[in-house]
């Protein structure tokens, strides 16, 4: 390892006491001062093995986003019973503030996912290994995320409803954002795209830091407007919808279990590891009649009278298809597996919001800034005990942020048509950065390793920054998840084919070049904004700031949004990839649906938390009206 990589590992290692010491502060003064956080009445009392059913009308696996919403309007009526089974545990009162989102990602509230080794993508991390975070606790992925509620764009439902899908056209599937939600930005209370008195509460951020709004203002000097990017236009510049509720983060085991957490009629089964599907077979039929999950070192079964609900997500769903004897016949019959249905598009069809990271761009604190906050995310000064407790105490401050996107924007490039409002690029526009957070955070998050990092970053630590990072919203490249193993608890292997298909490449690069000329506008340059002087050696035969050089940077430091999706697509029977139908029934396997961002044909403009839980709203009123007819 290089010097600097040395005592960047060094400096970094120095830092882990001080941090856990802010976190037991901080989980200190939330249990004497923050009774709303705490919630203990409110939340979910998981059921022990001994007052487990037999047998439940609907088993649910999987408690994150989509699972949490079915547990809720599926016990709405009181004649089912239902059971959600989680693997991990309920939700930490920690995990309510904001500005520590990126604290539980590699910790045993995540489940640790690595990208297979590449030398086309994630050239900067160890092991040139991406990580996927994903939530193993009471709420899934919706307890780790940033909070950013966005729906996507109109035209990616159309296309599903065009693909083969009808009743998922953004006509059909509005009314069930609109069905979760409880809009608490006063000016987009009354708009037709949305609804009070939801579940899921949605706010702006509590607390901004002060350069988010010259970012913001960056953008209308580079023409775009201010916009509702969840209302009629998604092209332009925004300061993030959150979810959240009085500040704090709305997960979606806060808004719709522990609001169902009185209904004699559902139980969690929490640290309980689905292994497999149940299924039971005839010369007629196949059915799916119960689920098998580990608690500990027992192993339980329950039996369903209606309906298996497999709601584990992009990764683990298709997993479990195959452990359960659904999927591709040659990889099955590779690993040992016996076939129960060919399935060949379980595990294919992998989408991913592919991103770059580490940009950022030096600033000037402005002279005639007189807050008593960092102009700029700057840790040491950013996060202090008095912050802390200023949180605890007075429910004010910087720990209500999200500094990793304060705002955001989405725009066109040149591959873009101009005038569809179908932009092409997200931005995430942070007051956070690699330098400023001191590597604490998103070095270690995602991966990077110590070398690249001090060549990077290690010279500039703390000075005045700000970043953005570019994801493109629709990749055509594609890639698979498979099993490493028949054991449930080894992970499956994870491709995800980044920049396979060149366009994707291109178009990530022109990103990166809109971030360099926001730079250059007047509100920017008014805080004497510059590229990070350092660049990566092995992109040296590249000019910069030019097209190639951004190309060859995004293969170093590429991000994954944690938008994994599409691994058991919605399709018509004539399509030999389509996993479930229209109704998320999976097809060839009676009284089994998929419901989770895995069932996407394509993945949707934007970020994938809200989309998933639209899924699990329809998904209920379609379980419901089939369980009527029948």
Same mark, same amino acid.
């Given at each position: 390892?290089?010097?600097?990589?040395?005592?960047?590992?060094?400096?970094?290692?120095?830092?882990?006491?001080?941090?856990?010491?802010?976190?037991?502060?901080?989980?200190?003064?939330?249990?004497?001062?923050?009774?709303?956080?705490?919630? /203990?009445?409110?939340?979910?009392?998981?059921?022990?093995?001994?007052?487990?059913?037999?047998?439940? %009308?609907?088993?649910?696996?999987?408690?994150?986003?989509?699972?949490?919403?079915?547990?809720?309007?599926?016990?709405?009526?009181?004649?089912?019973?239902?059971?959600?089974?989680?693997?991990?545990?309920?939700?930490?009162?920690?995990?309510?503030? +904001?500005?520590?989102?990126?604290?539980?990602?590699?910790?045993?509230?995540?489940?640790?996912?690595?990208?297979?080794?590449?030398?086309?993508?994630?050239?900067?991390?160890?092991?040139?290994?991406?990580?996927?975070? /994903?939530?193993?606790?009471?709420?899934?992925?919706?307890?780790?995320?940033?909070?950013?509620?966005?729906?996507?764009?109109?035209?990616?439902?159309?296309?599903?409803?065009?693909?083969?899908?009808?009743?998922?056209?953004?006509?059909?599937?509005?009314?069930?954002?609109?069905?979760?939600?409880?809009?608490?930005?006063?000016?987009?209370?009354?708009?037709?795209?949305?609804?009070?008195?939801?579940?899921?509460?949605?706010?702006?951020?509590?607390?901004?830091? +002060?350069?988010?709004?010259?970012?913001?203002?960056?953008?209308?000097?580079?023409?775009?407007?201010?916009?509702?990017?969840?209302?009629?236009?998604?092209?332009?510049?925004?300061?993030?919808?959150?979810?959240?509720?009085?500040?704090?983060?709305?997960?979606?085991?806060?808004?719709?279990?522990?609001?169902?957490?009185?209904?004699?009629?559902?139980?969690?089964?929490?640290?309980?590891?689905?292994?497999?599907?149940?299924?039971?077979?005839?010369?007629?039929?196949?059915?799916?009649?119960?689920?098998?999950?580990?608690?500990?070192?027992?192993?339980?079964?329950?039996?369903?009278?209606?309906?298996?609900?497999?709601?584990?997500?992009?990764?683990?769903?298709?997993?479990?298809?195959?452990?359960?004897?659904?999927?591709?016949?040659?990889?099955?019959?590779?690993?040992?597996?016996?076939?129960?249905?060919?399935?060949?598009?379980?595990?294919?069809?992998?989408?991913?919001?592919?991103?770059?990271?580490?940009?950022?761009?030096?600033?000037?604190?402005?002279?005639?800034?007189?807050?008593?906050?960092?102009?700029?995310?700057?840790?040491?000064?950013?996060?202090?005990?008095?912050?802390?407790?200023?949180?605890?105490?007075?429910?004010?401050?910087?720990?209500?942020?999200?500094?990793?996107?304060?705002?955001?924007?989405?725009?066109?490039?040149?591959?873009?048509?101009?005038?569809?409002?179908?932009? %092409?690029?997200?931005?995430?526009?942070?007051?956070?950065?690699?330098?400023?957070?001191?590597?604490?955070?998103?070095?270690?998050?995602?991966?990077?390793?110590?070398?690249?990092?001090?060549?990077?970053?290690?010279?500039?630590?703390?000075?005045?920054?700000?970043?953005?990072?570019?994801?493109?919203?629709?990749?055509?490249?594609?890639?698979?998840?498979?099993?490493?193993?028949?054991?449930?608890?080894?992970?499956?292997?994870?491709?995800?084919?980044?920049?396979?298909?060149?366009?994707?490449?291109?178009?990530?690069?022109?990103?990166?070049?809109?971030?360099?000329?926001?730079?250059?506008?007047?509100?920017?340059?008014?805080?004497?904004?510059?590229?990070?002087?350092?660049?990566?050696?092995?992109?040296?035969?590249?000019?910069?700031?030019?097209?190639?050089?951004?190309?060859?940077?995004?293969?170093?430091?590429?991000?994954?949004?944690?938008?994994?999706?599409?691994?058991?697509?919605?399709?018509?029977?004539?399509?030999?990839?389509?996993?479930?139908?229209?109704?998320?029934r999976a097809r060839g396997v009676q009284g089994l649906r998929v419901v989770d961002a895995s069932i996407m044909p394509e993945i949707i403009s934007g970020n994938t938390n809200a989309p998933v839980i639209m899924i699990a709203e329809k998904a209920a009123d379609m379980i419901k009206q089939d369980q009527a007819t029948e």
């Amino acid at each position: 390892m290089a010097t600097v990589g040395r005592i960047t590992a060094f400096r970094i290692a120095s830092t882990y006491g001080p941090e856990l010491g802010f976190l037991v502060l901080l989980n200190l003064l939330i249990g004497r001062y923050r009774p709303d956080v705490v919630d /203990r009445e409110s939340r979910m009392k998981p059921v022990s093995l001994v007052n487990l059913r037999n047998n439940y %009308d609907f088993v649910i696996i999987g408690g994150g986003s989509a699972g949490s919403v079915l547990a809720n309007r599926l016990s709405e009526n009181g004649n089912w019973s239902v059971l959600l089974v989680e693997a991990g545990p309920n939700e930490p009162d920690i995990t309510d503030v +904001p500005l520590t989102f990126p604290v539980f990602q590699l910790t045993p509230l995540d489940w640790q996912f690595k990208t297979e080794p590449s030398d086309d993508y994630c050239r900067a991390m160890k092991g040139h290994q991406c990580n996927w975070p /994903r939530g193993k606790v009471l709420g899934g992925s919706s307890v780790l995320n940033a909070m950013l509620y966005v729906r996507g764009n109109k035209k990616d439902y159309d296309n599903w409803a065009t693909l083969g899908n009808p009743g998922w056209d953004y006509r059909s599937v509005l009314p069930y954002f609109k069905k979760s939600l409880d809009m608490r930005i006063k000016k987009y209370k009354n708009s037709p795209y949305h609804h009070t008195g939801g579940y899921l509460t949605v706010e702006y951020f509590k607390y901004r830091t +002060p350069v988010i709004n010259h970012l913001v203002r960056a953008g209308t000097d580079m023409g775009y407007d201010i916009v509702d990017v969840n209302g009629p236009t998604q092209t332009g510049f925004t300061y993030s919808h959150g979810t959240l509720r009085n500040g704090l983060r709305c997960s979606a085991a806060k808004a719709f279990l522990r609001t169902a957490s009185k209904r004699k009629n559902l139980h969690i089964s929490l640290l309980s590891t689905a292994e497999k599907i149940l299924i039971r077979e005839d010369e007629h039929s196949k059915t799916a009649y119960g689920v098998q999950f580990r608690v500990g070192t027992a192993r339980h079964k329950v039996k369903v009278n209606r309906e298996v609900i497999l709601a584990a997500g992009a990764i683990q769903s298709p997993q479990l298809l195959m452990l359960s004897g659904i999927g591709p016949r040659d990889h099955l019959e590779e690993m040992g597996i016996p076939l129960v249905h060919d399935a060949p598009g379980v595990g294919g069809n992998l989408q991913d919001h592919v991103a770059i990271g580490g940009l950022l761009y030096l600033i000037d604190t402005p002279k005639d800034y007189t807050g008593d906050r960092p102009f700029s995310f700057n840790l040491p000064d950013s996060v202090t005990p008095d912050v802390i407790k200023e949180f605890a105490v007075n429910r004010t401050g910087p720990m209500y942020s999200l500094p990793v996107c304060e705002g955001m924007a989405f725009v066109n490039t040149k591959y873009a048509n101009q005038t569809a409002d179908y932009p %092409d690029i997200q931005l995430f526009l942070t007051t956070i950065t690699d330098s400023t957070d001191g590597g604490l955070f998103m070095k270690r998050d995602c991966n990077v390793k110590d070398d690249f990092y001090g060549r990077m970053y290690e010279n500039l630590l703390y000075q005045p920054a700000y970043g953005a990072i570019p994801l493109l919203l629709r990749p055509r490249s594609r890639g698979y998840i498979k099993l490493r193993s028949k054991d449930p608890h080894v992970h499956p292997i994870i491709v995800p084919n980044y920049f396979a298909d060149p366009h994707d490449l291109n178009v990530l690069a022109e990103g990166a070049k809109f971030i360099h000329k926001l730079s250059e506008t007047p509100t920017m340059k008014s805080l004497n904004a510059r590229p990070n002087p350092n660049h990566i050696p092995e992109c040296s035969s590249f000019e910069f700031p030019s097209h190639d050089y951004w190309k060859c940077f995004a293969k170093f430091y590429t991000m994954t949004i944690y938008h994994q999706c599409g691994t058991c697509k919605m399709g018509p029977a004539s399509d030999p990839m389509a996993v479930v139908d229209e109704r998320l029934r999976a097809r060839g396997v009676q009284g089994l649906r998929v419901v989770d961002a895995s069932i996407m044909p394509e993945i949707i403009s934007g970020n994938t938390n809200a989309p998933v839980i639209m899924i699990a709203e329809k998904a209920a009123d379609m379980i419901k009206q089939d369980q009527a007819t029948e």
